[in-house]
């Protein structure tokens, strides 16, 4: 078991005495060389998180630990990280030499070190050429690069990006995307990456933390937190998803080497269908999670056992798919037709939607009566 | 998902110790931002609030024709310009003047700052800098300036004379039509500049927009132009008024010992006669009307602009 | 006037306004009204006539060749130079700070606090000027070089104060943090980051300040008319007094001061622009 790089214990933040806390005594384990994103909507305290890990708010309880050494009470200039922000934060009288190097000024390197790193630095980035260049002239992504390379240089305990990239169109967005993993894997520095972007996280991410009022809901690999939510936020919050709510019978069988077992739902005035969760479930009522891309729509009832019936209300064409709204029963079911499927649906046709066990997750929690009405 | 034990984590942190590196951390920004604040407060203090407050003190002191002061605490010095007819006429005179000079240097100065203001030619800012350039000037200077064109041998009489237009000399200097003239030129830099950026809501489209509706150009400007320029045009003419109500040299040069304001009555009383208490109260009193003229304001904007 | 153009829709013509040119030279004549007296000035200066009058009689230098002889004047321009100095070196010192107090922090008495230091702007000068000189009598400091400065400082701080909190307000304050997480402790983080990102605001505060001491009349007669008279005192006594053209030269020679502390700074600012 290795000893993990960054240890959040019961980090809280209240802004004020009497006030909902905007981060409520999180804890995380953060692994060496892991790019961990802190996912969530806006005011969920991602924001407030990496910036008490940086040293640039107080935190109002809890301790923060880096490498087994308690750092919570070390000032901002001595914690020894990097930080990217989301203006880039280029210093504007000096040119990009200069900027780069400023950390390494401040921990004293000699001038032909600094030289030499800073080149090294630079080329990373693919920006050796740009060095006598002013901040003012560089485009959005060249920008961003050479923050990138300004806290890289100092060879950083920790390196923290506060949605680096919002500032960029929607293009280079992509492209520095893998541009930062890569880097990132290369030098292997540790990283906390700030994002409201859930396709960011899902691509980037070694880990992700969807964080909700103040709290992470979950926290786990892109492919956990996608297949197997914890809570009906995350289930929501990443990815597209269908809930439906129902009373879970007996296991049916065992499913996988994980310990989750098929189960049938009754499933208020729409049926029995199967599904897959963690043991012990049955007996309780659970919400089940289908992603709009696993539900099956034919327009023909066709050969597949008991599928559920319903009527197309929505059709949104997006060129390489059809997105479809069935109601069925009392909901609206979001999901997926490909175009070159013959048929074309209309509104008001019929719709039979089915779905394999294993693509229905049984939430852990059980679900309270008043989320059915949701 | 599985937790790793650190090893070296500390145990949860007790209720008492909540809040304490956010207290010292305001602690230190307190103790920051008063060092940062005390040496201008200071200086303020002793070259601002030290002499007012002193000049306070003094308009209760009794002080007599032949300079003695006595120390004491009497509303005597009030008593006399606030029932003495000739500085109720001084105080009417001053507030004419202001009023005079505040409306003809709006009147000149809105040409200007509507030009600048829709102005998108290359040349705005220096145009601009232009208009605000004879700020950098003393007053003295410019009043001297003034002396020369409205004098009996200045620049309007010998040219006028020339022409054969005038016999005798008119008499533009030394009387209150001086002054006025002086006045509005020298407030004309502030009246722009207080328009101009009154004026920010004005925008080429609103008019084009009115014009396409059928709007005659007069129209247009009686009923779009000009309601959205009142803001800037009211804070201009409250801004050169009171100006001119404080103004010293300028109704003195120009006024040549005729003209008397407050400001030149002020300044007789405490060079010439000494009578420093009296200067004083006539300053109080100056301040006071100064302060019911800004309260006014106040009322007004909140008024126009909400 | 509207025709149809190819797609039907209204197009308008503009047609040739005459207000347009009218208006122009309206605004042309109010250019020449606002600078007027300085230009007279600057024309009065060079005439030959003995007693101010017009038309000039020809042109001359005499007047200026008469000004380093002139010792008050020399004295005055010495006086004032000295004074507006020392007076920007020490509102700069009180303000900037003043000023990143009040943009960089929150405290309760904030607004107040901003909203003092720049009330002196808004106290006529002459009451000002008159409890200066009956402060200083009993603490002797009419007629010194350290009563003008004190009774400068008033009224230049402001200035400081307004064009520093201008640039503060517009500058990324996530460059100051960056600069911490690099390493820079406070004093460094304001040296290295944030004072050269103000640069402008803080230098246009000291020109103001220079100028505004440098022109100053009123404070400058009331506290040191007798025993040390600035340059603007020493016009408005010769003014008073005289009527010839001397002071016309002198005037030139102050507005030309005035001008190239102006152009020099900028052209100074300018030029590191481009060195950036």
């Known amino acids: 078991m290795t000893e993990s790089k960054l240890s959040i214990v019961d980090l809280t933040k209240r802004y ?24 969530g909507p806006s005011g969920c305290g991602k924001t407030t998180t990496l910036r008490m890990v940086a040293g640039l708010m107080d935190p109002t309880a809890g301790s923060i630990v880096v490498d087994g050494r308690e750092i919570t009470h070390t000032p901002v200039n001595k914690r020894g990280m990097g930080m990217v922000f989301q203006s880039y934060a280029l210093f504007p009288h000096m040119n990009v030499e200069q900027n780069v190097a400023f950390g390494l000024e401040m921990r004293q390197v000699s001038k032909a070190e600094q030289k030499a790193r800073v080149a090294a630095a630079l080329d990373m980035v693919q920006l050796g050429h740009l060095g006598k260049r002013q901040t003012k002239e560089l485009s959005g992504g060249q920008q961003q690069r050479i923050a990138l390379a300004r806290a890289l240089v100092v060879e950083p305990t920790l390196l923290l990006l506060d949605e680096p990239l919002s500032n960029l169109d929607a293009k280079l967005r992509e492209t520095m995307r893998t541009e930062i993993r890569s880097i990132q894997q290369r030098t292997r520095a540790t990283t906390l990456f700030v994002t409201h972007d859930q396709d960011e996280a899902l691509d980037m991410a070694d880990r992700i933390a969807v964080m909700n009022g103040g ?106 798919a059809l997105a479809v709204a069935v109601r069925v029963g009392g909901q609206q079911l979001q999901a997926q037709m490909l175009t070159s499927s013959g048929d074309l649906p209309r509104i008001g046709d019929a719709a039979y939607l089915s779905w394999n066990p294993e693509d229905a997750y049984l939430l852990p929690s059980p679900a309270k009566l008043e989320r059915l009405a949701s | 998902m599985t937790v790793l034990e650190a090893p070296a984590a500390p145990e949860r942190p007790k209720a008492q110790d909540e809040g304490q590196l956010e207290k010292a951390t305001e602690r230190r920004n307190r103790r920051t931002y ?25 308009s209760f002191n009794q002080g007599s024709p032949d300079g003695v002061i006595v120390e004491t605490f009497t509303l005597d010095t009030y008593i006399q310009p606030l029932t003495d007819p000739y500085y109720w006429k001084v105080t009417l005179d001053t507030f004419q ?47 001297y300036g003034w002396m020369v064109i409205l004098g009996t041998n200045g620049l309007i009489n010998s040219s006028l004379d020339g022409l ?137 904007t909140k008024k126009i602009g909400g | 006037m509207s025709s149809a153009n190819a797609t039907g829709a209204k197009v308008f013509k503009p047609r040739f306004n005459p207000a347009k040119p009218a208006f122009g030279l309206l605004v042309f004549l109010l250019y020449l009204f606002l600078l007027a007296p300085l230009l007279i000035v600057f024309v009065v200066s060079f005439a030959s006539n003995q007693y101010l009058s017009f038309p000039p009689e020809g042109f001359t230098l005499k007047w200026y060749e008469m000004l380093p002889e002139e010792s008050t004047f020399m004295e005055g321009m010495k006086v004032s130079l000295i004074v507006a ?92 943090a960056a600069a911490r997480i690099l390493g820079a402790g406070s004093w460094t983080v304001f040296r290295r980051v944030t004072l050269p990102i103000i640069q402008p605001g803080v230098i246009a505060g000291g020109v103001i300040a220079f100028i505004v001491s440098f022109d100053e009349a009123v404070i400058s007669l009331f506290v040191a008319e007798s025993g040390l008279p600035t340059l603007p005192v020493q016009v408005l006594r010769y003014v008073e007094n005289s009527a010839d053209a001397a002071v016309a030269a002198l005037s030139v020679i102050l507005i030309l001061i005035s001008l190239a502390v102006v152009v020099v700074v900028e052209r100074v600012m300018g030029l590191r622009k481009a060195l950036r």
């Open chain 1, 16 to 39: 004020a005495a009497g006030l909902e806390p905007a981060v409520d005594r999180l804890n995380m384990e953060v692994e060496e060389g892991h790019l961990v994103a802190l996912l």
């Open chain 1, 215 to 320: 709290l992470i809901e979950q926290f786990g690999s892109p492919t956990e937190v996608y297949e197997r939510p914890r809570t009906h936020f995350v289930a929501n919050f990443i990815g597209q998803a269908n809930f439906l709510t129902g009373r879970v019978g007996a296991e049916t069988g065992r499913a996988n080497l994980a310990g989750e077992s098929y189960y049938k739902v009754d499933v208020e005035g729409l049926g029995q269908f199967g599904a897959i969760g963690s043991s012990g479930l049955a007996g309780s009522t659970h919400e089940l999670v289908i992603r709009p891309h696993r539900l099956n729509v034919s327009l023909h009832p066709g050969a597949a056992d008991a599928p559920l019936a319903g009527t197309i209300e929505r059709v949104s064409y997006t060129g390489d």
């Open chain 2, 34 to 58: 008063l060092a940062l604040l005390l040496p201008g407060l200071l200086g303020l203090l002793v070259s601002f609030v030290f002499p007012l407050a002193y000049m306070v003190r003094m």
């Open chain 2, 97 to 143: 003047m202001g009023v005079v000079v505040g409306i003809l240097c709006v009147i000149v100065s809105y040409p200007v700052a509507l030009f600048l203001a829709r102005s998108t030619s290359k040349y705005r800012g220096l145009l601009i800098a232009i208009a605000i350039a004879p700020l950098l000037t003393s007053a003295v200077v410019r009043t």
């Open chain 2, 164 to 300: 054969g237009l005038i016999d005798t000399p008119l008499e533009l200097t030394n009387n209150m039509t001086g002054v006025t003239i002086g006045l509005v030129e020298i407030f004309m830099p502030y009246a722009i500049l207080a328009m101009i950026s009154g004026f920010g809501r004005l925008s080429p489209q609103l008019e084009e927009a009115a014009g396409s509706l059928g709007a005659s150009k007069f129209k247009v400007f009686t009923k779009v132009t000009l309601p959205l320029c009142l803001p800037g045009l009211l804070t201009a003419f409250l801004l050169v008024f009171v100006l001119s109500i404080s103004t010293f040299i300028t109704p003195r040069l120009l006024g040549g010992g005729s003209v008397q304001v407050l400001a030149t009555e002020i300044y007789d009383q405490t060079t010439g006669l000494l009578n420093w208490p009296f200067a004083a109260a006539l300053s109080v009193i100056l301040l006071v009307l100064f302060g019911l003229i800004i309260a006014v304001y106040q009322r007004l």
């Open chain 3, 85 to 176: 100095a020392v007076v920007t070196l020490i509102v700069l010192a009180l303000g900037v700070p003043a000023a990143l107090a009040l943009d960089r922090f929150e405290f309760k008495a904030k607004a107040a606090v901003q909203s003092f230091f720049l009330s002196p702007l808004l106290i006529p000068s002459i009451v000002l000027a008159l409890g200066m000189v009956l402060l200083f009598g009993p603490l002797e400091l009419n007629n010194t070089y350290a009563g003008i400065i004190i009774g400068h400082v008033a009224i230049t701080i402001p200035f400081v104060i307004r064009t520093t909190l201008m640039s503060l307000a517009t500058t990324d304050t996530s460059c100051e």
